[in-house]
């Protein structure tokens, strides 16, 4: 079973930019959707996008424009690049990988912008 491991959350200003990274340890080309997610406090997690095998992508409307996803086969990694941070953007982001039969989640990054 694959194993993800999230890095680059932090502390950032409204208005600024991170870009998240998912490395899975062993190769994702045959893992049909990686995905990444977030959780507010006391809220839900929901999705935030996603990107699938032949590389269409899915964007929670309250992201659309503002962030990138992308997968890397060959480095077996995801990104997910943030610009224009809001403060209502906080949360832990989880990376998934969903390959049908299974769904397999990372330990989670912290993200916080300040206002």
């Known amino acids: 079973q694959v194993q993800l491991v999230e890095s680059g959350g932090g502390l950032v200003q409204a208005g600024g930019s991170l870009r998240l990274s998912c490395a899975a340890s062993?190769?994702?080309?045959?893992?049909?959707?990686m995905g990444w997610y977030r959780q507010a406090p006391g809220k839900q997690r929901e999705l935030v996008a996603d990107?699938?095998?032949?590389?269409?992508?899915n964007y929670a409307d309250s992201v659309k424009g503002r962030f990138t996803i992308s997968r890397d086969n060959a480095k077996s990694t995801v990104y997910l690049q943030m610009d224009s941070l809001k403060a209502e953007d906080t949360a832990v982001y989880y990376c998934?990988?969903?390959?049908?039969?299974?769904?397999?989640w990372g330990q989670g990054t912290q993200v916080t912008v300040s206002s």
């Open positions: 998934n990988a969903n390959s049908g039969y299974s769904s397999v």
């Open positions: 062993r190769s994702i080309i045959n893992i049909s959707r």
């Open positions: 990107v699938h095998s032949g590389g269409s992508t």
